[in-house]
C-alpha cells in the first residue's frame, strides 16, 4: 500500500524568502505524484503533478517540484513567497491502474508567512 | 468549486443521530469521492463511486455508507453519528480517461456533539 509522509506540520517564511517543502512517499512501483494547496475554509487545489518524463516539475502560483526516485521524495519549492501562499500543501501519490485511481495524502503542512 | 457543491456547508448533531451530506456536480464525471480531512492525518478516504450504483470502501469506511442513485448526486450517511466522526468532509469528482484530475468541493465541516 503506498503512504506519504509530510515531516513538517509547520513552516513560518518570511515574505520574499524561499520555501521548500518536503514530501516522502511509498510505493512500490513508479508513483503519480501531486502537490494540492488549500485557503482556509476552502477545498483543494491542485498546484503540479508528476506522471513522468522530467523530474522537474513547474505548477501554477509560481511552485515547482523535483521528484528523485533514490530519495523517493518529491519536494515543492517557491523562490520568492508572497504573503497569499499561507495556506496548507499536501502531498499526494496515486497508483497506476488502482480501482478508482485513489489518491493518498501526506498530512499536511501549515505555512505561515511573515510580513 | 465551480461543478461541484456541497450540502450542507455546515452543521451540528448530536451523538447517535443518523446524518446525511451531499455531494452535487454538473459536469456528467463519472467518479466521485468521499473523504475526511482531520488534523495531521491530511485527506483519508471514506468511500467513491465508478457509476450509478457502483460504489466501494476507501481505508476509514467503518460507520459509513454511500449511495449514488444517479450520476449528478453521491451521498455519504453516518448511520448513528459519534464524536470521532466530526471532521471536513470533502466530496472530489474525476472525469473517467482522465487519472487523476480531481475537483473538489468546499467541504462540509460536521461537528458531532
Known amino acids: 500500500a503506498q503512504s506519504v509522509t509530510q515531516p513538517d506540520i509547520h513552516i513560518t517564511v518570511s515574505e520574499g524568502a524561499s520555501l521548500e517543502l518536503r514530501c516522502n512517499y511509498s510505493?512500490?512501483?513508479?508513483?503519480?505524484l501531486f502537490w494540492y494547496v488549500q485557503s482556509p475554509g476552502q477545498g483543494l487545489q491542485l498546484l503540479l503533478k508528476?506522471?513522468?518524463?522530467?523530474?522537474l516539475v513547474q505548477g501554477i502560483k509560481g511552485f515547482e517540484a523535483e521528484f528523485k526516485r533514490s530519495q523517493s521524495s518529491f519536494n515543492l519549492r517557491k523562490p520568492s513567497v508572497h504573503w497569499s501562499d499561507a495556506a496548507e500543501y499536501f502531498c499526494?501519490?496515486?497508483?497506476?491502474?488502482?480501482?478508482?485511481?485513489?489518491?493518498?495524502f501526506g498530512g499536511g503542512t501549515r505555512v505561515l508567512v511573515k510580513p | 468549486d465551480a461543478g461541484i457543491t456541497q450540502s450542507p456547508r455546515h452543521k451540528v448533531t448530536e451523538t447517535g443521530t443518523p446524518v446525511t451530506l451531499r455531494c452535487h456536480q454538473t459536469?456528467?464525471?463519472?467518479?466521485m469521492y468521499w473523504y475526511r480531512q482531520d488534523p495531521g492525518h491530511g485527506l483519508r478516504l471514506i468511500h467513491y463511486?465508478?457509476?450509478?450504483?457502483?460504489?466501494d470502501k476507501g481505508e476509514v469506511s467503518d460507520g459509513y455508507s454511500v449511495s449514488r442513485s444517479k450520476t449528478e448526486d453521491f451521498l455519504l450517511t453516518l448511520e448513528s453519528a459519534t464524536s470521532s466522526q466530526t471532521s471536513v468532509y470533502f466530496c472530489?469528482?474525476?472525469?473517467?480517461?482522465?487519472?487523476?484530475?480531481?475537483?473538489f468541493g468546499s467541504g462540509t465541516r460536521l461537528t458531532v456533539v
Open positions: 472530489a469528482i474525476r472525469k473517467g480517461g482522465d487519472a487523476y484530475g480531481y475537483t
Open positions: 510505493y512500490g512501483a513508479t508513483p503519480y
Open positions: 508528476y506522471f513522468s518524463g522530467d523530474t
Open positions: 499526494a501519490v496515486g497508483a497506476l491502474g488502482a480501482a478508482g485511481n485513489k489518491l493518498t
Open positions: 459536469e456528467n464525471h463519472r467518479y
Open positions: 463511486s465508478y457509476g450509478v450504483k457502483d460504489t
